[in-house]
């Protein structure tokens, strides 16, 4: 991989040490917030965060953004915890916004007293017509001007769940004509009386994230808060809140926004993704069509693949599409080196070889020849093989250099045979193929017939050890490039109905046994993985890539 220079956020952190921080005040955080999976635009900010870690080493928090008790959940923060750890990274501390609740409490009656926030008791609809538009200055709520009492009376009301929710909310007091529509009178604190993941039903109002984010970031000592560029309005909200709390005894975080990274063929907005999940377009958020870490892990995605992904992209100050095609060239990378060769064989053509006159025997096949350390395993071969249906022509032309009638292929790992004849059924249909073979063409049997070039070789499977297997088959899960960029349409309009096939296959037997996770190439195929479902009765297989981006030709 081509080395690059250091990204502008690696400039800024250089640039504070040369100036005035030290390597020991450097901390890192990565916030998700526990409403959903994570997807591959927050591995790339955990490759983010966590390498300056490594880099710099420097802690890492895992921060969980939990304000938000109607949407956030445990099994998500399980399911982050395991994304995170499942890449290569472990955290410094694990830690969440809850934590912070009555910190964010007390902080919020000091800006109450010193007069830069108040309890608006209008709707919120009321509130959002007030805030005015980008060009027109927004209208002081008529609550704005309430007595510090009055607004700590009805603060203190709404912690106690006195306050129906949606009648009172927590503002702000700073400016409502700013050009940043960010900073009129931003909502701090609403009433929710539903039980949170952590905290039970000990608290009846939660903290707005804008309010709680910068705050955390600042309880944990962050030095540097990266964010997608979306967040670059909140850095002066998130700048003022830090300014009237009056601590100024401690160093305040730096917040520096870097673009985010779209996938072609997809969407990463968690709503979204959520959509596909509860419309059972995909059957969970770890869909192997999903682009989601769960999705991608079982698919067969490998940890390291994700993140030469993620440092192959960079970081830039502009959000552009990364076609999906480099993504996954960095896994056929990554599993080149990798993932053992075996045999599949998804769409299976009988082949009949007559005059093998022996039972069966077991053949040597080497596992990788990318990896010395791989090793070899055995394979059987029979009278019947299966080939691939599209491997065989009666007739072709002379750049088919697969198996036709009259001329010879070899077998990998095993014989030269050559088609003779064919079997039909009343309408046509080839039933079987009649060949015969070269006994002493064996690969690796050392004789001049073993090293005799023939123009094609083809996989293939002894039909009575044939394991039968469930083969699942995905394509771009979006029929357009950007699904959501037309504001106009529903992204849903653009789901490719042929995202998924399931083909009944045939695997070689080595593979009975195989475990969820593990990763394989079938050869002339591509790359798969066993799914999380499969059991030594019922196996499944998704395909994780093909051999070679296939998807190119499809556009052109």
């Known amino acids: 991989m081509i080395e690059k220079g250091p990204n502008f956020l690696e400039q800024i952190i250089e640039k504070d040490l040369s100036e005035d921080y030290t390597k020991e005040e450097l901390k890192f955080r990565f916030p998700p917030e526990p409403n959903g999976h994570l997807h591959i635009g927050h591995a790339t900010s955990i490759h983010l965060n966590f390498g300056f870690g490594l880099q710099y080493k420097a802690p890492v928090n895992l921060r969980f953004d939990d304000t938000n008790p109607i949407k956030e959940e445990k099994q998500y923060v399980e399911a982050i915890k395991e994304d995170v750890q499942w890449l290569g990274y472990q955290w410094a501390e694990e830690c969440y916004a809850s934590d912070y609740f009555e910190q964010l ?63 009172d909310v927590l503002r702000a007091k700073i400016d409502m004509s700013s050009p940043n529509l960010l900073m009129r009178d931003p909502i701090m604190y609403r009433c929710i009386h539903k039980p949170h993941h952590r905290t039970g039903s000990a608290w009846k109002i939660y903290p707005m994230y804008d309010w709680a984010h910068g705050e955390s970031d600042f309880i944990e000592g962050i030095s540097h808060s990266f ?76 940890p390291a693949s994700i993140r030469n992904f ?82 065989f022509k009666e007739e072709a032309g002379r750049k088919f250099f697969r198996l036709k009638l009259g001329k010879e292929v070899r077998l990998k790992n095993a014989y030269i045979i050559k088609a003779e004849r064919v079997k039909k059924d009343e309408a046509g249909n080839i039933l079987a193929v009649y060949c015969s073979y070269d006994p002493k063409s064996k690969s690796g049997s050392g004789t001049p017939e073993s090293q005799r070039k023939v123009k094609g070789t083809l996989h293939w499977l002894s039909s009575k050890h044939a ?90």
């Open 467 to 556: 394991v039968p297997a469930e083969i699942r088959l995905y394509d771009r899960l979006f029929t357009v490039e950007a699904p959501d960029a037309d504001k106009e349409k529903d992204f849903m309009e653009f789901i490719n109905p042929n995202s998924l096939q399931i083909v009944k296959g045939y695997v070689e037997p080595s593979l009975k046994n195989s475990r969820p996770l593990d990763r394989f190439q079938f050869q002339r195929v591509g790359y798969f993985c066993t799914d999380k479902d499969t059991t030594t009765e019922h196996l499944i297989f998704n395909q994780t890539v093909p051999l070679r981006d296939s998807w190119k030709k499809k556009e052109n």
């Open 105 to 167: 409490y007390q902080w919020a009656i000091r800006l109450i007293k010193n007069g830069f926030a108040y309890v608006d008791s209008q709707s919120s609809a009321a509130i959002a017509q007030q805030k005015g538009t980008p060009t027109t200055p927004g209208t002081p709520s008529p609550y704005r001007d309430r007595s510090v009492q009055e607004n700590l009376t009805l603060f203190e009301a709404m912690k106690n769940g006195n306050t129906p929710e949606g009648k």
């Open 310 to 391: 993620a440092a192959s992209i960079g970081i830039g100050k502009r959000e552009n599409i990364i076609d999906m095609s480099h993504l996954e060239f960095c896994v056929r990378d990554d599993l080149n080196k990798t993932a053992p060769r075996v045999m599949g064989i998804l769409d299976p053509l009988r082949i009949i070889i007559e005059n093998y006159d022996k039972e069966e025997e077991w053949l040597d096949a080497e596992n990788n020849p990318e990896d010395e350390n791989a090793g070899s395993r055995k394979i059987p071969f029979s009278k019947e093989i299966y080939i691939e249906r599209q491997d």
């Open 227 to 302: 964010c997608t560029l979306e967040f670059l309005p909140h850095r002066e909200l998130y700048n003022w809140f830090l300014d009237k709390l009056g601590e100024e005894d401690k160093r305040k975080p730096k917040q520096r926004e870097f673009a985010r990274r779209n996938l072609s063929h997809s969407v990463v907005s968690k709503r979204k993704l959520a959509q596909l999940v509860e419309k059972g377009v995909v059957e969970g958020w770890d869909d192997p069509r999903m682009p989601t870490i769960s999705g991608l892990r079982r698919r067969g995605y490998s």
